[in-house]
C-alpha cells in the first residue's frame, strides 16, 4: 500500500466472495487488504458446484487449469425422483460445455478458496486476519470500518462480503434473514466407503422427493465422495428452537428410495445448515460501502449459485473500476462512485432472479402428491438438450442492463413454473 499504508479498497470477509473479489480488483492493480474475523482463512463444508458462468470467469483469471487439476468434471447431471429412485431429466455435461464454452465442475469448497487465496498472495493482496469489523462509516474521501479492537482502517472503497449475517447489511439495510424451515446435512467421505452402494460416481444426481431432496457427486479426482441432505424440520414447523436434528434427519428419508436411505447413516451429524435467505434488496451501495456476495444476496442453494454469484460480483466491480480509471480525475483513480453504480445497476437484477428461482425451484422440487406427479411428467417430457432453463444464469456474466436477457410475460400456471419462465434464451 501507498501513502501511510492506506489501501485503495478495504474488503471485509474472506470468504470465496471476499477473497476472489480482493483478486479480481488486485490483478488489475488496485492496492487491496482483506480483513477476516477468524484466525485462518478456510471454509466449513465440502462440495461446491461451479457452473460456466464461473468456471468462464476462473478461465479468464488464469485459475482454471489448478481448479480443473482440483475438481471432478462430471458427465450428467441426472435428477431422479427420491421416493422411486427414477430418472426425471438431466443435463449432459459435455453438451453443456460445448454450448457455453466452459465446464460445469463440482471442487471442495476448501480447494476453490485455497485458490483464490494463493493468487492473491501472488497478487500482492494484503491478508489479515483476526479483523472484526464492528461498524462502517462514510467519510468524505472513502469509508472506514472499525474493528472489534477499536482500531479504524480507511480506504477509498470497502467492499462488505461478510456473509449471511453480515454486520454490515445489518447496519446499513437493517433486514432480517428469511427462514425456509428446511435445514442441509452435507458429508464427504471416502470414496471407497459409498462403492457397495448404488451410486453414479460420475453423475451429480439430485434425489427430489416430498419435503427433501438429496444430492450426490464425487470430489477430488473422485477420491471422495459428497452428499447433502435437505429436509424440511418438523420442529421448524412448530417452532421449536432447536430443529431439524439429527433424528428428524432419518425421518425424514424413510421412506425413500434405497440408494437415497443407504447415503443417510454417512452424513456428518454433529453440524448442520439451516437453509436461510434474505428477501432481495435494490440497494447494495451505501455511500462508499458496498455489499457483496452472500451480504448482498443470500440464495436457497437450490440452483447452486451463491458462491458464483459472489465471484461474479468482484469481477464486474472489477471491470467497472478499471472502465473508470482516470474518467473523474487526472490521476489513475477511479470514479469510484461510477463504477459502483454501473456494479448495483447490473448485479441486482441478476441476482433477484437467482434468489427469486431458487425459491421457485425448492417448492418445485419437494412437491408431494398429485402435483409430484405432474412435475414428474413434465420433467420427463423434457428435451435432454433444452437450454432454456440454463441460458440465461450460465450464460455470460452481464457487465450492463443491456446485457441481461430480456423479461417475458410470466405464464401463470405455477408460482414454480412462473419464475422459470423468466429463463429465456438469449437469442
Ligand atoms: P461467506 O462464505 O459466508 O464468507 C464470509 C466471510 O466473512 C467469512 O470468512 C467470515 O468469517 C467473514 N466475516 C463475517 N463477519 C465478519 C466481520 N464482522 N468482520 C470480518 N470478517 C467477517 N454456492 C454455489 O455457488 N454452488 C453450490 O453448489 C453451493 N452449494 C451450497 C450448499 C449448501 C448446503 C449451502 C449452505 C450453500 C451452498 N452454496 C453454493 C452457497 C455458497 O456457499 C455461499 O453463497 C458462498 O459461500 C457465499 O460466500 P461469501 O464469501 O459471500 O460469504
Redesign the pocket.
Known amino acids: 500500500p501507498g501513502p501511510a499504508g492506506r489501501p485503495d479498497v478495504l474488503v471485509?470477509?474472506?470468504?470465496?466472495?471476499?477473497l476472489s473479489c480482493a483478486y479480481a480488483l488486485a490483478r488489475r492493480g488496485s492496492r487491496i487488504r482483506v480483513?477476516?474475523?477468524?484466525r485462518e482463512f478456510g471454509?466449513v463444508?465440502a462440495?461446491?458446484?461451479?457452473a460456466p458462468n464461473?468456471t468462464r470467469v476462473l478461465a479468464e483469471y488464469g485459475l482454471l487449469d489448478e481448479a480443473r487439476a482440483l475438481g471432478v468434471v462430471p458427465r450428467d447431471m441426472v435428477m431422479r425422483d427420491a421416493l422411486d429412485g427414477r430418472v426425471l431429466t438431466r443435463l449432459d455435461l459435455r453438451d453443456l460445455e460445448r454450448r457455453y464454452g466452459h465446464p460445469y465442475m463440482v471442487i471442495h469448497?476448501t480447494d476453490l478458496q485455497g485458490i483464490f487465496l494463493r493468487a492473491c498472495e501472488r497478487a500482492g493482496v494484503e491478508l489479515l486476519t483476526d479483523?472484526?469489523?464492528?461498524g462502517y462509516e462514510n467519510a468524505e474521501d472513502g469509508a472506514r470500518v472499525v474493528l472489534a479492537d477499536g482500531r479504524v482502517e480507511t480506504a477509498p472503497l470497502v467492499v462488505a462480503?461478510?456473509?449471511?449475517?453480515?454486520?454490515a447489511r445489518r447496519l446499513l439495510v437493517g433486514d432480517d434473514v428469511v427462514s425456509s424451515d428446511y435445514v442441509?446435512y452435507?458429508a464427504a467421505v471416502p470414496i471407497e466407503r459409498v462403492r457397495g452402494n448404488d451410486i453414479a460416481e460420475k453423475d451429480v444426481t439430485v434425489y427430489v422427493g416430498p419435503r427433501c431432496h438429496f444430492v450426490q457427486y464425487a470430489l477430488r479426482g473422485g477420491e471422495v465422495f459428497n452428499q447433502?441432505a435437505v429436509f424440511e424440520s418438523p420442529g421448524a414447523l412448530a417452532g421449536e428452537a432447536d430443529w431439524g436434528t439429527p433424528e428428524e434427519l432419518d425421518a425424514a428419508f424413510a421412506g425413500t428410495c434405497d440408494t437415497v436411505r443407504q447415503g443417510i447413516p454417512l452424513m456428518w451429524r454433529d453440524r448442520r445448515?439451516q437453509?436461510l435467505d434474505r428477501d432481495p434488496i435494490d440497494t447494495w451501495v451505501h455511500g462508499r460501502v458496498v455489499l457483496?456476495?452472500?451480504?448482498a444476496h443470500?440464495?436457497l442453494?437450490y440452483m447452486?449459485?451463491?458462491?458464483?454469484?459472489?465471484i461474479e460480483d468482484g469481477w464486474v466491480l472489477a471491470a467497472h473500476l478499471a472502465r473508470q480509471v482516470g474518467t473523474a480525475t487526472p490521476d489513475a483513480s477511479p470514479d469510484w462512485d461510477a463504477a459502483l453504480a454501473a456494479y448495483e445497476a447490473v448485479r441486482v437484477e441478476h441476482c433477484r432472479r437467482v434468489q427469486t428461482t431458487a425459491r421457485a425451484w425448492g417448492e418445485l422440487w419437494h412437491l408431494d402428491g398429485t402435483p409430484r406427479l405432474q412435475r414428474n411428467a413434465l420433467l420427463r417430457a423434457r428435451d435432454v438438450h433444452d437450454y432454456s432453463f440454463t441460458d440465461w444464469v450460465y450464460g455470460p456474466t452481464a457487465l450492463t442492463p443491456d446485457e441481461l436477457p430480456p423479461m417475458f410475460a410470466p405464464i401463470p400456471l405455477s408460482s414454480a413454473v412462473v419464475e422459470d419462465a423468466e429463463a429465456v434464451p438469449r437469442s
Not at 479483523?131 to 464492528?134: A, F, N, Y
Not at 462480503?161 to 454486520?167: M, Q, T
Open positions: 471485509v470477509g474472506g470468504g470465496i466472495g471476499g480483513l477476516e474475523r477468524a471454509e463444508g462440495g461446491l458446484q461451479i464461473c469448497r479483523r472484526t469489523v464492528v462480503a461478510d456473509g449471511l449475517h453480515s454486520v442441509a452435507r447433502v445448515w437453509m457483496l456476495g452472500d451480504a443470500p440464495p442453494q447452486a449459485q451463491g458462491a458464483i454469484m459472489a
